[in-house]
């Protein structure tokens, strides 16, 4: 297959602002803040809005590959270098839920030893980029409007029986049980089709929406590297156990590693690969995943009670913890840069726990 000779630049008119934006994305912030709330009398403690509940605290290494092509070599990834890394994986709703539940499985990357000024003003000097990935290749509710409306029914949906609330993940996954519980069917059609119980370490994983890309426009992907992981793709797993994704992440790497591909899939075409919706699929065919480097995983404990406190409470993974070049991109994610802020916020403030970004691996737990 032989590789697209242009990809398209980053500039003025990537981006579209969408009508009624900033008034859509404050109510949006609005509903998620005031379900925060209610999960936090809940629980007594306070969680994150999505991708609540953690499965793997992972430390490893990030090793980009030499001589990449001056279109990969772009933003964090221009030099060859080795950064360490920290890895939460987890799946999506905004509560801790039995396993049992399919849904979206995350993959939330901390690459540490990033330097240069960073997006967010408030944290300018940090030393560390994320980028944030799921098991799949587009958001249903891919822009403002469709967000903010699916928001609002979440938080509806959020004052009904337990059955509702367990089957709403991040990007407003509702099944019909639950439409048909609450008697609102009609009025909120179910929009993909819930995640099957694979292994969670042989998915690859995908950003929301797409980045900037230095000079360009992509979405980054992690796929298995390492044959061990190769093996765990598309297993079914046994979820009857309500931590079971965590213990078979702790279980495989009590013994062994793993390696994962860090990977780039850049921008050819803008109206069949939109920035501005992140409902539509990107074309492999049309511009395939380029390798940038492999994530190297030792054996470890992968989720020591310490560890897991450190990731769950104390750490913040955010895609705006950025260098500008790599600022995501689309109504989808700008709504995100408030969403992202005033979780983060609510969550520290009320544990009573400070936030950290880290500047050393040796920061996270044992």
């Known amino acids: 297959m032989s590789l697209p000779t242009s990809y398209v630049r980053f500039a003025d008119g990537v981006e579209e602002i969408q009508p009624n934006e900033d008034q859509l994305g404050s109510d949006t912030v609005a509903s998620m803040a005031r379900v925060a709330r209610m999960m ?54 905004g509560a801790i839920q039995p396993d049992n539940q399919p849904a979206v499985k995350g ?117 298995p590297l390492s044959e061990n992981l190769k093996a765990l793709v598309g297993k079914e797993m046994d979820v009857s156990e309500p931590g079971a994704y965590r213990d078979m992440v702790v279980d495989f790497f009590k013994s062994q590693g793993a390696e994962y591909e860090l990977r780039a899939q850049l921008c050819t075409d803008l109206k069949t690969m939109p920035v501005e919706d992140a409902s539509i699929d990107w074309p492999q065919d049309q511009s395939p995943y380029q390798a940038l480097g492999k994530i190297v995983l030792p054996a470890q404990d992968a989720y020591s009670p310490a560890r897991r406190v450190y990731a769950d409470d104390v750490l913040s993974f955010n895609p705006f913890h950025c260098l500008p070049e790599h600022l995501p991109l689309g109504s989808i994610n700008r709504v995100r840069i408030k969403a992202y802020a005033s979780s983060s916020n609510y969550r520290h403030a009320t544990n009573a726990v400070a936030k950290v970004e880290p500047t050393d691996i040796n920061q996270l737990p044992d």
């Open 107 to 223: 993959f939330g990357l901390k690459i540490i030893g990033v330097e240069g000024k960073k997006f967010l003003a408030e944290e300018a000097d940090a030393l560390t980029q994320d980028f944030l990935m799921v098991n799949d290749t587009i958001i249903p509710t891919g822009d403002v409007k469709s967000y903010h409306d699916m928001q609002l029914r979440i938080e509806k949906l959020a004052h009904g029986p337990e059955i509702v609330q367990t089957v709403i993940n991040e990007v407003g996954v509702v099944v019909d049980k639950a439409l048909e519980a609450l008697g609102t069917k009609k009025e909120l059609p179910m929009v993909v089709q819930a995640h099957p119980n694979h292994h969670m370490l042989g998915e690859t994983y995908t950003t929301l929406g797409a980045i900037r890309y230095g000079d360009y426009v992509a979405k980054i992907s992690v796929a």
């Open 40 to 93: 936090f009398e809940k629980n007594r403690h306070a969680i994150r809005d999505a991708h609540a509940k953690s499965h793997g605290i992972l430390r490893g290494e990030l090793q980009l590959y030499p001589n990449l092509p001056e279109h990969l070599a772009q933003g964090m990834f221009k030099e060859t270098k080795t950064f360490p890394v920290i890895i939460r994986l987890s799946t999506s709703p």
